[in-house]
C-alpha cells in the first residue's frame, strides 16, 4: 500500500507543474467542446490535434490527450441531457432519463449528478489503475472470442431489459438493429451485405448518423407536429442541485455503476460500449420502482455516467500495462506514445515510472478539473434551454448536419441521417423505443464476428463456449436473464388462465 | 496557415510575451516558406489543395498524411488541407480524386492497398489506378513483419513451414482482413511453401495482433511498429521480416529472403497521385515540391519517429512499380481465390 502512495507521489510531482496542469486544461475544454458538439468525436479530434504534441514533452502530450478524452465523455452526456443529442456511443443511455429529468425541469440536477458520479467514479478508476493495473490486465487476457461472443449476448439480452415498455416491441426493435447492423462487408467471408452498389455502405452504416436521426432529430420532428401550447419540450429550468431524495438515490446507483464500469473498461473490444448499457440495465432490474425509468429516474443518469467514466480510465489498464489498445482512442494514443519514443506496455511501469504514474495522476487531476469547469458551466448549458425553440431547433439541425458530415466527409452520412431521423420519427409514432433498437445495431456485427472466428478456432464445434470458464459463466447468466424476463410473463398468462 | 512545429510547441496557458514570440515565429516561417516556394506553372496553386487520405484517421498512415501534407504546404505556400475518405478499403477515397476535377488542386495519399492491392482482388472496379491516376511518387514504407506465437512451433521460417506441414490446416494466420496485404502475404507464403494456414480475418492490423496476443490465432503479420514492443517483450516471436533487407527497427529478425524464400515480399508502402487528366505544367510544379519535402532532413527525421521510412521514388519508377506489384498480387488473389465484391 505504501508503494501506491509513493508511486502516487512521484506521479503528481511530474504531473502538477504549470505547464502541465495547463494542458491537462486546455485537453479537458477541448474535450467537453467536442463533446458537446454533435458528430465530432474524440477520435478524429486527437487525430488532428497529433502532430501539435509532436513539440511536447511525452508527459505534457499525453496528458493533453487524455483531457480530450475524458473532456468528450463528459462533453457528450451534456447534450444528451439538454436536447437529447448523445454524442458518443456511450451517451445513448444517458438520453433515455437525463432529457426526461430535463423536461421536469430537472436538467441542472441531473448534469450536477452526472459531474459528480463521473467525478468519483474517475477517482475510483484511477485508484485500480494504481494499485492492481497488472492483475486486472492478467484477466483481461483470459478473454478470447467465446468469451467476447458471450459477453455481447448478454449484453443483447439484457437491452430487452433497457426498454421501458412492451418486450415484444423490444425484442423486435433489437432485431431490427441486429439487421441494420448487419448491412456492409462480413468480416469472416469478405462477402457485402446489403451494399446496393454504394461504396459508402461497405464498411457497414455508420453510428453517427444512426444515433443522432434515431434520438436528436427525430425528438425535434415528434415534437414539431404538435401544436406549440403542447409541446412536450425541456423548458422548465429548476433548481440546479439534486434534491436531498435524488441524491440519497444517486449515491448508491453510483457505487453499482463504477464497479461495472471499471470491471467492462479493462477488457479490449467492446467492453467500454457495453459499460453504460450494462449499469443501466443493473439498476433497472434491481430498482424497486422500475417503472420510473425512461420517465426521469435518477439512477438511470448516474449509473450509466459513473459506469461510462469508470470504464474510460480501466481501458488505460490493457494499454499502459500490455500494449494492448482496447479502444479507437486508445489506438491513437498508442501512436502518441510512439512518436514521443514510448513503448506502451509491460515494461512501461518498469522503464518509465514517472511517465507511467505521471499519466495516472493526471487522470485526477484531470477529472477535478472537468468538475471545476463544468460546475459553473451546468448554468449557463441550462440557460440554452430558454432560447425559443424556432431558434434552437434549426441550430440543432445544422450543427447535427455538419457534425455527422465531418466525421466521414462524405454527403452520403448527411442522407443516412435524413433517412435515420424519419425512421426515429416511425418508431416514435408507433411507439417503439430506440435504445433497443441502437445496442442491437452496435452489438449484432460484434457478436457476428467473434461467433464465426470461435466457430473457426474449434473446428466448428460448438462445445467451445461451454468448455470456458468464463464463457460459460456469461451463458449462464445471460440464460438467468432470460428467464427473469420470461418469468413474469408466463405468471402474468396463468393469472388470466386460471 | 497550418499549423506549425514551432506555435504548436507553445506550451498550456498563453503568457503575453510567449504569444509575440509565436506571432514572430510564424511570421518568419511564413516568409521563409514563400521565399522557398517555387512557381513552374502560373499561378498555380492559387488557393489551398486537398490532400484525400482514404483510411479513417489516427493510424501511423494518417500521421504520415498530415505530416507530408503541412511539408508540401510549406514549398508551395498554400494550406494542404487532409480530408480522411475512408471506406471500402481505400476505394471510396480513390474514386472521390479519380472523378475529382484534374486541375492539381486534389491529391490521393494512397496506400500499396489503394494502389496494388485492391485492382488484384476487387474485379469490378469502376476505376483502373494505371490509366486514371497519375503519381507523383512513392513516398514511405514500413516493414511487414511475421510473428508467432511463443510456443506453437513456429519461430523461424523452416520451424514454420515443418509445423504447417506437419498438421495441415492448423495453423491458424490472423490476418488484417479479407483481401487485405497481410492475408496476401500469408497466402504468397502459403503458394512459395506448399502450406496452407488457416486464415482468421480481422478488422485491422490492430485486432489481428491481439487476436494472436489473446491465443485467438498462432501467427500474424503487420507493419513493424504495431508488433515491435511485443516482440521485444517476448509476447511473439519474430519469424521474419518481408523485405529484401533487414530493418533498422528490428535487426534481430531476419528476412524471409535469408531464410530461403526470396520471393515472400510485401511492404506497407504509400504515395501520392493526381487524376490522370491533370495538366502537365501542375503536375511538374507538385513533383519538384515533392521531391523537395523528400529530400528534407527534417521530413525523414519526423517519418522515422512514426516508424516509416523513407522511400522517395519519383514518378518514372513509380509507375512500372506499381503494375509490377498489380502483378504479382493478382498472381496471388488468383491461386488463392481472393476476390471481393464491391
Known amino acids: 500500500m505504501d508503494e501506491i502512495f509513493q508511486n502516487l507521489a512521484t506521479g503528481f510531482g511530474g504531473a502538477f507543474t504549470p505547464v502541465n496542469l495547463g494542458l491537462c486544461l486546455i485537453g479537458c475544454l477541448l474535450g467537453t467542446l467536442i463533446g458537446v458538439l454533435p458528430g465530432i468525436g474524440p477520435i478524429a479530434t486527437i487525430a488532428m490535434l497529433l502532430p501539435i504534441t509532436y513539440g511536447l514533452s511525452p508527459l505534457g502530450a499525453l496528458i493533453m490527450l487524455a483531457g480530450i478524452y475524458y473532456g468528450a465523455q463528459y462533453g457528450g452526456s451534456t447534450t444528451a441531457v439538454l436536447v437529447n443529442l448523445p454524442g458518443e456511443s456511450s451517451s445513448v443511455v444517458t438520453c433515455l432519463d437525463g432529457y426526461q429529468m430535463a423536461k421536469k425541469g430537472r436538467a441542472g440536477s441531473a448534469l450536477t449528478i452526472a459531474a459528480l458520479g463521473s467525478l468519483f467514479a474517475g477517482c475510483v478508476g484511477t485508484l485500480l489503475l494504481a494499485a492492481f493495473a497488472p492483475i486486472l490486465a492478467k484477466f483481461a487476457e483470459q478473454f478470447r472470442s467465446p468469451e467476447y461472443f458471450a459477453l455481447m449476448l448478454f449484453g443483447l439480452i439484457a437491452a430487452v431489459v433497457l426498454a421501458s415498455g412492451s418486450v415484444v416491441k423490444a425484442i423486435a426493435m433489437v432485431v431490427l438493429g441486429l439487421l441494420f447492423g448487419l448491412v456492409g462487408t462480413d468480416v469472416s467471408s469478405g462477402v457485402t451485405r446489403y451494399g446496393f452498389g454504394v461504396p459508402e455502405l461497405y464498411d457497414g452504416i455508420d453510428f453517427v448518423p444512426v444515433a443522432v436521426g434515431l434520438f436528436g432529430l427525430a425528438e425535434i420532428m415528434s415534437n414539431l407536429d404538435k401544436r406549440e401550447e403542447n409541446r412536450d419540450l425541456a423548458s422548465k429550468v429548476g433548481s440546479l442541485w439534486p434534491t436531498r431524495e435524488e441524491t440519497r438515490r444517486a449515491i448508491p446507483a453510483v457505487l453499482r455503476g463504477t464497479v461495472v464500469g471499471s470491471l467492462l473498461g479493462i477488457l479490449p473490444g467492446g467492453g467500454a460500449v457495453l459499460s453504460s448499457f450494462a449499469a443501466y440495465t443493473l439498476e433497472k432490474k434491481i430498482s424497486k420502482h422500475p417503472e420510473e425509468f425512461g420517465k426521469g429516474a435518477v439512477e438511470g443518469v448516474a449509473a450509466p455516467e459513473a459506469a461510462n467514466n469508470a470504464g474510460a480510465q480501466t481501458s488505460f489498464i490493457p494499454l499502459l500495462t500490455l500494449g494492448i489498445p482496447s479502444t479507437p482512442v486508445m489506438a491513437i494514443m498508442v501512436g502518441a506514445m510512439m512518436i514521443q519514443g514510448i513503448a506502451p506496455g509491460t515494461a512501461l511501469i518498469k522503464e518509465r515510472p514517472d511517465l507511467f504514474w505521471g499519466i495516472v495522476a493526471s487522470m485526477w487531476i484531470g477529472n477535478v478539473m472537468l468538475v471545476i469547469i463544468n460546475l459553473p458551466l451546468i448554468g449557463l448549458w441550462v440557460k440554452l434551454l430558454h432560447v425559443p425553440y424556432r431558434i434552437l431547433f434549426p441550430i440543432i439541425l445544422v450543427l447535427c448536419c455538419v457534425g455527422t458530415y465531418s466525421t466521414g466527409n462524405a454527403t452520403t452520412l448527411v442522407v443516412m441521417l435524413a433517412i435515420f431521423s424519419v425512421l426515429g420519427y416511425v418508431f416514435v409514432k408507433l411507439g417503439c423505443e430506440t435504445a433497443p433498437f441502437l445496442l442491437g445495431f452496435v452489438l449484432g456485427p460484434l457478436m457476428e464476428e467473434n461467433l464465426r472466428r470461435s466457430m473457426v478456432i474449434s473446428f466448428g464445434d460448438p462445445l467451445i463456449f461451454v468448455q470456458r470458464p468464463i464463457s460459460a459463466t456469461i451463458l449462464a447468466m445471460t440464460f438467468g436473464l432470460v428467464l427473469l424476463i420470461v418469468l413474469p410473463q408466463f405468471r402474468k398468462t396463468r393469472e388470466v388462465a386460471f | 496557415m497550418q499549423r506549425r512545429d514551432d506555435e504548436a510547441r507553445e506550451p498550456g496557458p498563453l503568457a503575453g510575451r510567449a504569444l509575440r514570440l509565436v506571432c514572430y515565429a510564424v511570421l518568419v516561417m511564413a516568409a521563409a516558406s514563400n521565399l522557398g516556394s517555387i512557381v513552374l506553372a502560373q499561378g498555380f496553386p492559387s488557393r489551398p489543395l486537398k490532400l484525400v487520405v482514404p483510411m479513417a484517421q489516427g493510424g501511423p498512415a494518417d500521421s ?246 523513407l522511400m522517395a521514388m519519383g514518378a518514372k519508377e513509380a509507375a512500372p512499380y506499381i503494375v509490377r506489384e498489380i502483378d504479382k498480387w493478382s498472381r496471388v488473389a488468383k491461386a488463392a481465390n481472393i476476390r471481393l465484391d464491391p
Open chain 2, 64 to 309: 504520415g498524411a498530415r505530416l507530408f501534407a503541412s511539408s508540401l504546404g510549406d514549398i508551395l505556400g498554400q494550406n494542404v488541407i487532409v480530408e480522411n475518405r475512408s471506406g471500402a478499403s481505400g476505394v471510396v477515397g480513390t474514386e472521390a480524386v479519380v472523378k475529382s476535377a484534374p486541375d492539381g488542386y486534389t491529391l490521393l495519399f494512397g496506400s500499396s492497398s489503394v494502389f496494388a492491392v485492391n485492382p488484384a482482388v476487387i474485379p469490378n472496379l469502376r476505376f483502373d489506378v494505371r490509366r486514371d491516376l497519375k503519381l507523383i511518387g512513392l513516398l514511405m514504407q514500413t516493414d511487414l513483419v511475421f510473428a508467432s506465437r511463443p510456443g506453437v512451433g513456429a519461430n523461424t521460417l523452416a520451424e514454420l513451414i515443418k509445423t504447417a506441414k506437419a498438421h495441415p490446416g492448423k495453423l491458424s494466420f490472423a490476418s488484417s482482413g479479407n483481401g487485405g496485404i497481410t492475408h496476401l502475404l500469408a497466402e504468397l507464403l502459403g503458394l512459395e511453401a506448399g502450406i496452407s494456414l488457416l486464415q482468421i480475418p480481422f478488422r485491422g492490423a490492430g485486432p489481428a495482433i491481439i487476436g494472436m496476443l489473446s491465443s485467438d490465432a498462432d501467427l500474424t503479420a503487420s507493419g513493424i511498429p504495431g508488433l515491435a514492443q511485443h516482440i521485444k517483450s517476448g509476447k511473439a516471436v519474430g519469424v521474419g521480416i518481408a523485405s529484401p533487407a533487414r530493418s533498422p527497427l528490428m535487426p534481430d529478425v531476419p528476412t524471409f529472403a535469408e531464410q530461403g524464400y526470396p520471393g515472400v515480399e510485401a511492404q506497407n508502402w504509400y504515395g501520392v497521385a493526381v487524376a490522370a487528366a491533370t495538366p502537365a505544367d501542375i503536375f511538374e510544379t507538385l513533383d519538384a515540391a515533392t521531391s523537395k519535402v523528400l529530400a528534407s532532413a527534417g521530413f525523414k527525421a519526423t517519418l522515422e519517429k512514426i516508424g516509416m521510412e
